[in-house]
């Protein structure tokens, strides 16, 4: 019998220390922010050399995330369910060279962070030069991107085309290029030109370009508080040259917007 009861002071004396231990304050669960992100978007957002999430946006929202003092998320989505994702509230934005240009009112946004535009790549021996020479081309495009939006909105150059032809992703898209499936893909230049510069991609990108255009964060429309939480960081690191320090390093010069 005491053998029993001085196992039982042991078990309860365990139970205790661990009690203990796990409702100190160091251990409490932080908030989470889940940022839904293309991982086939270099260089905003990607799989690295070394397996890792990467990229200029995910740093941003990894610095953001601590200074919000909230656990950083990173959730890959297939880019035409980020509508489906932000209402199931599995992600708590889209930040991910998100264009807030034509989508204005459907989504909560933060301030735009960066210019960028809407262009055509081809082969650097390509004979194409101007968007003329895209008339009896087939030319690829990412689905649900900015780019098939500004092609929506300029039939008259659409019809030109041998074919208009969708990816799921860019990487796929310049693959095609690259074998010669296709003969141009309308892309945003941040992402060409990081293809051409870092990873000494044989293409170029067109002189003429197809649209203008701004990135943002997204939040589910209505979202206001959230948004309101990241915009205020966002300044802050536009304000002490955590932006342009972030931006250098992935661009070799500042070309954020906010604050400028």
């Given amino acids: 019998m005491k053998k029993i009861t001085a196992l039982l002071l042991m078990v309860l004396l365990v139970i205790g220390i661990v009690g203990c231990s796990s409702s100190g304050d160091g251990d409490e669960k932080k908030d989470t922010f889940t940022v839904g992100f293309d991982k086939n978007f270099p260089p905003m957002g990607f799989v690295g050399d070394d397996g890792e999430y990467t990229g200029f946006d995910l740093e941003l929202a990894a610095e953001a995330a601590k200074r919000l003092d909230k656990e950083l ?13 932000l209402a199931a509230g599995s992600v708590d934005c889209v930040w991910n060279g998100f264009t807030i240009n034509g989508r204005e009112d ?20 390509s004979e194409i030069t101007t968007l003329a020479d895209l008339a009896g081309k087939v030319v690829m495009v990412q689905t649900d991107s900015s780019a098939e939006a500004a ?10 085309f041998a074919d208009f032809l969708t990816a799921a992703d860019y990487n796929s898209a310049l693959m095609d290029l ?8 309308a892309m945003d230049e941040i992402v060409a030109n ?16 197809l649209a203008a255009e701004e990135y943002g964060v997204g939040f589910l ?7 309101d939480q990241v915009q205020a960081v966002l300044e802050e690191m536009a304000a002490d040259g955590t932006l342009s320090r ?14 400028k």
């Fill in 151 to 160: 092609l929506k909105d300029k039939p008259d150059l659409v019809d030109t």
């Fill in 178 to 185: 690259e074998a010669g499936a296709v003969d141009a893909v």
């Fill in 194 to 209: 990081y293809q051409i510069e870092k990873r000494k991609a044989n293409f170029r990108v067109l002189e003429e370009t």
């Fill in 246 to 259: 972030i931006s250098t390093a992935w661009f070799g010069k500042d070309i954020t917007t906010i604050g």
């Fill in 73 to 85: 998320v990173l959730q890959p989505i297939a880019w035409d369910n980020k509508d489906k994702e």
């Fill in 221 to 227: 429309l209505g979202n206001v508080e959230l948004r």
């Fill in 106 to 125: 459907d989504y909560t946004w933060t301030e735009p962070y960066m210019k960028n535009q809407q262009v055509f790549v081809v082969k650097a021996d």
